[in-house]
């Protein structure tokens, strides 16, 4: 008959088989999980590798940050250039004369980001039209002094933006 050290042993190395058969089988479950993100994360690749493909995808975000910069700097560069750009437009109708039926004559100003720009005056008559136009730096008349007509087409160009 086995002895009772040579039943403690064989229950002993049983457990220790157990222990390990647990243990693989969790690693084995673990390699398993491992196994399908891999084939995911390569899948519809050509049979290519995950070192190829992390690769080509780290490739192609220093690509994307290029473009994103250079877009950027674009979308800069048309922000700053469009503030020359006429951006306010005022239109102001009015009657200059007492004999003159309505308000035929009008102001129109067009000025950029600046308050830069242009004021046309159109001043109807029964003899015609007369056409003025004064050029505008910051909000002032350069060469020539504002009317009070002009200087309230351009305030209300100012407030439109």
């Not at 800069?76 to 469009?82: A, H, L, Q, S, T």
């Not at 004369?97 to 046309?120: E, H, N, P, R, Y």
């Amino acid at each position: 008959m086995r002895s009772k050290q040579t039943f403690m042993l064989e229950i002993g190395f049983l457990i220790l088989f157990c222990i390990f058969i647990a243990w693989l089988s969790v690693l084995s479950f673990y390699f398993y999980r491992l196994h399908v993100r891999y084939l995911t994360l390569t899948r519809g690749e050509n049979k290519k590798t995950l070192d190829a493909v992390l690769s080509e995808v780290t490739k192609d975000l220093l690509d994307h940050k290029k473009t994103l910069a250079n877009i950027i700097t674009r979308c800069d560069r048309i922000e700053k250039d469009g503030q020359f750009h006429i951006q306010k437009i005022g239109l102001l109708r009015f009657n200059p004369f007492k004999d003159t039926g309505s308000d035929q004559s009008f102001i129109l100003s067009l000025i950029d980001a600046f308050d830069t720009g242009v004021v046309i005056t159109a001043l109807y008559s029964r003899s015609g039209t007369r056409w003025y136009a004064k050029r505008v730096v910051k909000g002032k008349g350069v060469e020539h002094e504002l009317s009070d007509e002009e200087k309230k087409a351009l305030e209300m160009a100012k407030k439109v933006h």
